[in-house]
């Protein structure tokens, strides 16, 4: 297995771009995560899914943050329009049940200048 | 609130040199305390899961223990390769699957 896949790895845009972030899980996985990491809050879980359902969004920041998983195999996070204080690292996350640790992908670094 | 709290926050060790890290925890009910390790560039690598008091986890030169309070990751004997960040985070029986994460702790070993 590949593992969690995240696209781009690298993204900078300019303020008040839109930004789409994607996502692809371990096969068989149920639960998806969003997490962003910044040096100063570590890492915070913006949204997660269980079945392509969205479970509980109430760490996505503000209406400028969306997700949607249109199927089991992918999800979006998308930021519009961005800002300079949402540069940071996102995380995707799968889980098989939500039980065990989950397997991380490698992140996309996030810029906006 | 859940927080989970991570000491120190950077630790330099010479090859050798055995240590521990800490992440004392305040939640309403711990469902389970996990470790990860993050290397730079990279997402986080589940290391151990702790589902309750006095249990203990091994893996190579880290063992994992789990008090009513804290945990710790014992790191003996570390080598260079050992060298990363440290996360530990927690489940709770109200947090159904989500994870909250402590700050970490940065471990450079010099060889």
């Known amino acids: 297995d590949a593992g969690v896949i995240q696209s781009p790895r690298h993204e900078v845009t300019e303020m008040g771009q839109e930004v789409t972030l994607r996502c692809k899980p371990i096969s068989g996985h149920d639960y998806l995560f969003w997490y962003r990491q910044t040096m100063m809050r570590g890492l915070e879980l913006l949204i997660y899914?269980?079945?392509?359902?969205?479970?509980?969004d109430s760490g996505m920041p503000e209406d400028r943050f969306s997700a949607k998983m249109p199927n089991a195999s992918f999800s979006t996070l998308k930021i519009q329009p961005s800002e300079p204080r949402d540069s940071a690292v996102y995380f995707c996350?799968?889980?098989?049940?939500?039980?065990?640790?989950?397997?991380f992908g490698s992140g996309t670094r996030l810029t906006v200048v | 609130e859940d927080q989970v709290t991570q000491s120190p926050e950077a630790l330099r060790l010479q090859e050798g040199e055995s240590s521990s890290l800490n992440c004392s925890y305040t939640v309403s009910g711990l469902r389970g305390l996990f470790w990860y390790r993050q290397d730079p560039g990279k997402g986080p690598e589940f290391l151990f899961t702790?589902?309750?008091a006095g249990e203990e986890k091994e893996k190579e030169r880290l063992k994992a223990t789990l008090t009513k309070k804290e945990s710790f990751l014992h790191i003996t004997a570390p080598k260079p390769e050992d060298s990363a960040t440290y996360l530990c985070?927690?489940?709770?029986?109200?947090?159904?699957?989500?994870?909250?994460f402590g700050k970490g702790t940065m471990l450079l070993v010099s060889p």
């Open positions: 899914f269980n079945n392509n359902v969205p479970i509980d």
């Open positions: 985070a927690v489940q709770t029986n109200s947090g159904y699957s989500t994870l909250t």
């Open positions: 702790l589902y309750s």
């Open positions: 996350a799968s889980s098989l049940d939500g039980n065990y640790g989950y397997t």
